[in-house]
């Protein structure tokens, strides 16, 4: 079944090493359009469906485990939402209604499948919602509650837990994305979906000085080496084993991939580049939100 003279995209919003691909599934058609096929279906309910084949084909196993784990929580509405969402009324969604956190994940939004009109189109509304202006207060309240609901929940000490771990990798990606939606009304050019390069940006726009900027990134790219050799050597909940439950020959691994000359010295320098980071987002987020009196404002949700 087909509809004729419609299109529909798919938005990734990351992409790490056997993670999660999460997937926002849009569409273009015309209110009244119906499908070709034999079963003529209204659009909301065809591109439903083609979403549903789309993860099921993604998500098939093989002989070699599944291709991809979808997570297709992150539309409009989150599980309570359909599948698949107009590009119109993600958008409105998005400017009216949507989270901080929802548009913290959307400054990392790629389109990646669909018509070249359609994905130009969907690139230029969901910039056009990360360049809106934003009350300040509630950016930094609802960033510095969402971090701390994180560690409530996924809270460790073990400095080759890169995600959870204060200044690990979580940290590093919430202090880009508060920083590029709180200038991004300003300078629309900071927005990246790119760790590092969002930090490289909003350094070269004067957000933040170059310097800064610099360490940041190069913090995100060690982390981020260290991560990916984790999780390429480990599997599953093995890959946030402590750090004494390691192997050496991974720790070996991590050590050259990181340009750690043993694994001593990676152990060092993970704990000196994570309490360096966690240490900037304690100045740039967490003592001045810390500071702001107590709101009425409702927490921000976890979906």
């Known amino acids: 079944d087909g509809i004729r003279d419609s299109s529909v995209t798919g938005v990734q ?5 056997i993670s999660d691909l999460d997937l926002i599934f849009l ?3 015309p209110p009244d359009a119906v499908s070709d096929g034999r079963s003529k279906l209204p659009a909301a309910a065809y591109y439903v469906r083609l979403s549903q084949r789309l993860i099921t084909a993604l998500s098939a196993p093989t002989a070699r485990g599944r291709l991809y784990e979808v997570d297709a929580r992150l539309r409009p509405s989150g599980i309570q939402g359909q599948l698949a969402v107009s590009l119109e009324g993600f958008l409105k969604y998005e400017r009216d209604e949507a989270w901080t956190f929802e548009h913290m994940a959307l400054t990392r939004a790629r389109p990646v499948a669909g018509s070249p009109a359609l994905l130009a189109r969907a690139a230029d509304g969901i910039r056009s919602v990360l360049t809106q202006p934003r009350d ?3 950016l930094l309240t609802d960033v510095a509650d969402l971090r701390t609901k994180v560690s409530l929940q996924h809270g460790t000490q073990d400095a080759l837990h890169i995600k959870y771990v204060r200044g690990g990798t979580f ?3 919430f202090l ?3 920083l590029q939606l709180g200038a991004a009304a300003t300078y629309p050019q900071v927005v990246n979906g790119d760790t590092a390069a969002a930090f490289q940006a909003l350094g070269v726009a004067g957000v933040i000085p170059a310097d800064l900027a610099a360490r940041l ?3 995100t790219m060690f982390l981020r080496n260290v991560q990916s050799v984790l999780r390429a050597t480990l599997e599953g909940d093995n890959a946030l084993a402590e750090a004494a439950e390691t ?3 991974v720790l070996r691994s991590v050590a050259k991939a990181s340009g750690t000359l043993s694994t001593a010295q990676l152990q060092a ?6 309490a360096w980071v966690y240490e900037r987002f304690q100045e740039m987020i967490e003592a001045p939100a810390a500071m702001l009196p107590a709101t009425d404002a409702p927490p921000a949700p976890t979906r």
């Not at 919003?13 to 090493?17: E, H, K, Q, R, V």
């Not at 320098?269 to 994570?274: D, F």
């Open 13 to 17: 919003t990351c992409a790490l090493p």
């Open 27 to 29: 569409y273009d058609a």
């Open 136 to 138: 300040p207060r509630r």
């Open 171 to 173: 940290d590093l990606e």
């Open 176 to 178: 880009a994305q508060y």
């Open 217 to 219: 990134s190069r913090a």
């Open 247 to 249: 192997p050496e020959g």
């Open 269 to 274: 320098e993970l704990e000196k580049t994570e």
